[in-house]
């Protein structure tokens, strides 16, 4: 981390751009980085902290260096070592390129004020600011300018000094119109705003005050957001949906909020079954409208990048942009920024946000990665219980869990049934060793593991979605729920008839059948037919030393694959610890491959392996040539029966 941090700060040290066809470099004296977006002529005061991901709201940027406010180049020096001398704010007002400000200042016979005594913060607009004004409103503002072009500019003006310093995070000063108050925004990204223009050239001091130059030409805010919303028809549905659900006093109290209006448009292109559920639905119309808005006021300059931001449904929304569209969750969907009232911000948006807590099971499901499971559910005939009001999970595989064509039979019916279990649950409240009942009647047994959290054979692979009645765990795996005890399992399997033979002669049938957690690693033929026909019928005919050989395959406890972390040990009935571990997917256990993962049993877990599992220290003396003279792979095990077993991560 030491080593990344003096990189960094080198390379911030050491850039260079040209500034006025020298080079500047960004120790220079009285010089201010700019990040300007390529292409364009917007810059933005930045730091090395700021811009070393070269991109404002995805567009790439260029670094440049400019004398900082109050300061000009000297030939063949360098930096900007010249402090300019200070001159009037009207006379500032040229100086810092704000000449349509300057004129209409005389227009308006502000001239006089802001050449005379006193000590005003002018926050001025712009050239570009004033040439995007709609025409109409231009113009109804020249064509009076003693009483309404002034008071524009008055409103602009604060009757004291202001530096940015000064501007503090959801502050407001009393304008010079009336004392309509203008509103201030800093946010921890270094933009400043004032009623949500942002400041482009901050802190230009004149000898009766301070300038600061704003990307447009700001109005005083007289209504709350309530009030915005109850005069504008396109916001129609939004407002009666306020009303139903006794949200109007949040839009009208005091605070600093940002409400994403969805228009009538928005509302209509939900589909009206939909809709009138949640309409009709107090405590799922308050989480859909509470998703729509920030506990912060964020005007659309402060954002340069996604961030996720608070609701006060309590969820996140990821505010963005790309290029000049405001976005969110990624998609370009507002429509009109910026709309100030008192007490917040309102941006339009032409598509409804729906959060999860106003879902049904079935939309849940629709909105994710589960495509195949969801089409499967539906198939089942369970959309009854995926659309109702009944507390439920659903463990829904993702769509790579699903190995070729599937198809809808009875078993695949029933399968599906027992992938929902009768109860809405957070994985968060899961524990090593609950049940859980599925519709099918199953019960479910739960796995606490250091690195994973599983039901029977699947592992969760997402976060909760929690719907209005249900919830949904996204699962790696198809379950296979648990067909009768580990010797039930291995005996309707034809690739472990050795071992059940094995099994026999070892007198250890019963243990495999009685209730308990049992980890088999379990040989197949081709493992036993691998230790040669003589060694075979050495060991079949020793049935304790081949009781050793199986036990040293058993573990005491449930380890599913999913469970198997980098480096996790098993501690077998019989010997030393087993060492497991992953690679491409695949679990070893002492180096040998398991062939076949996950045959869950009702006291247990069987994992096929195709090799008969050696002692590490076996295979480490094999690989040094000291094999004993009886040419036996195993070397005799010392008895741990009864000893408690653990896994360990």
Known sequence: FIVLCVVFIVLCFFSETLLSSSSLLSFSPNVCAMQQIKGTDKKYFTNCKQWYHRKICSQPTVITYECCPGYEKIPGEKGCPAALPLV????TLGVVGATTTKMYSERAQLKEEIEGPGSFTFFAPSNEAWAALPTEILD????????????????????????????KH?????????????HIHHYSNGIITVNCARLIK?????????????DRVITAISNDMQAIID????????????????LTSILENEGQYTVFAPTNEAFEKIPAETLNRILGDPVALRDLLNYHILKNMQCAESIVSGTPMETLQGTVLEVGCDGNQMTLNGKAIITKKDQLGTNGVI???????????????????????????????????????????????MLAPLDEAFKGSVTMTPDMRKLMTNHIVKEQ?????????????????????????????????????????????????????????????????????????????AIQTAGMTELLNQQGTLTFFAPTNDAFNALGQAELNKLMRNPGELSG????????????????????????????????????????????????????????????????????????????QTHSSSGSTFSPISSTVGQTSKITA
Do not use: W
Not at 231 to 246: K, P, Q, S, V, W
Not at 348 to 376: C, R
Not at 429 to 449: A, I
Not at 569 to 577: D, N
């Open 170 to 182: 959801g502050s407001s000063f009393a304008s010079m119109y009336q004392d309509s108050h203008v």
């Open 347 to 393: 941006h339009y948006i032409n598509e409804l946000l729906i959060p999860d807590s106003a879902k049904t099971l079935l939309e849940l499901a629709e909105g994710s990665s589960v495509a195949m499971a969801t089409k499967l559910f539906v198939e089942a005939g369970l959309t009854t219980h995926l659309t109702g009001s009944e507390a439920l999970t």
């Open 231 to 246: 005069i504008d028809d396109d916001l129609e549905t939004l407002r009666t949906a306020f009303a139903a659900a006794g």
């Open 140 to 167: 109804a503002l020249v064509s009076n300018v003693n009483i309404e072009l002034l008071n524009a500019l008055h409103y602009h003006m604060v009757n004291r000094r202001l530096t940015s310093e000064e501007l």
């Open 549 to 624: 050989v199986l036990r040293y395959h058993l573990g005491e406890g449930m380890l599913v694959s999913g469970g198997v972390g980098s480096h996790t040990r098993l501690k077998p009935l019989q010997g030393e610890k087993l060492e497991l571990g992953v690679r491409n997917y695949t679990v070893y256990v002492n180096k040998v491959p398991v062939a076949h993962a996950d045959l869950m049993a009702t006291n247990g877990v069987v994992h096929a392996v195709s090799s008969v599992i050696k002692p590490l220290r076996d295979q480490f003396r094999a690989g040094g």
């Open 202 to 214: 901050p802190d230009q001091h004149a000898t009766n005050g301070i300038v600061h130059v704003v």
């Open 425 to 501: 649950m957070s994985s968060k409240s899961l524990y090593h060793g609950q049940e859980l009942e599925t519709l099918g009647g199953l019960k479910l047994r739960v796995f606490v593991y250091r690195n994973n959290l599983c039901i029977e054979n699947a592992c969760i692979a997402a976060h909760d979605k929690t719907g209005r009645y249900a919830s949904m765990f996204t699962v790696d795996k198809v379950l296979t729920p648990p067909m009768g005890t580990v010797m039930d399992v291995l005996k309707a399997d034809d690739r472990f008839s050795l071992l059940v033979g």
């Open 88 to 91: 009037n704010i009207y006379n």
